[in-house]
């Protein structure tokens, strides 16, 4: 058995109820296998970028896992599917889209999965939820450069 590694998974959604899709998502997240959902972020709203369509709902989750890294991608894939995910183009709108942004302290460079998630430090939906979890993992000049990026935390 291989020794659990903490994970982190952007979590977003701009098509059909967003909010339901995240929570449905995370409840998926808690069932899956040599995995368990320890905590996730406020529910954030933003305006999409490289994107188009209506305003995206975005959270980061905290998982602890022993899958391997792309043992938990293909995991992360069948969620999106199972919510409707469909990519005609890139950053199309979608239903649900599961990023996995770190994984412990692995880098990965493959064909199928690059970790540290290589646009996370542009995007303002990821940094400031994966900053309420853990903020030493966040650069303080990532954040100020994305200062200008819409994005506010959602109630409840």
């Not at 970028?49 to 602890?64: C, F, K, Q, R």
């Not at 309420?132 to 993992?137: D, F, I, N, R």
């Amino acid at each position: 058995m291989r020794a659990p590694v903490l994970a982190y998974i952007g979590l977003g959604a701009n098509l059909g109820d967003p909010v339901a899709a995240l929570q449905a998502a995370l409840l998926a997240l808690g069932g899956l296998p040599q995995s368990q959902l320890l905590r996730h972020s406020s529910f954030y709203s933003s305006a999409p970028i490289d994107s188009s369509g209506p305003d995206y709902v975005n959270a980061v989750a905290e998982l602890s896992t022993t899958l391997t890294a792309p043992a938990l991608l293909l995991a992360l894939q069948q969620i999106e599917l199972g919510a409707g995910r469909e990519r005609p183009y890139r950053n199309a709108p979608r239903t649900l889209d599961l990023d996995l942004l770190l994984f412990g302290s692995a880098t990965i460079h493959s064909p199928a999965l690059t970790v540290p998630h290589p646009r996370m430090a542009e995007r303002a939906f990821v940094l400031l939820p994966l900053a309420e979890l853990v903020p030493e993992q966040i650069n303080a000049a990532d954040l100020v450069a994305v200062q200008g990026q819409g994005i506010w935390r959602m109630a409840g």
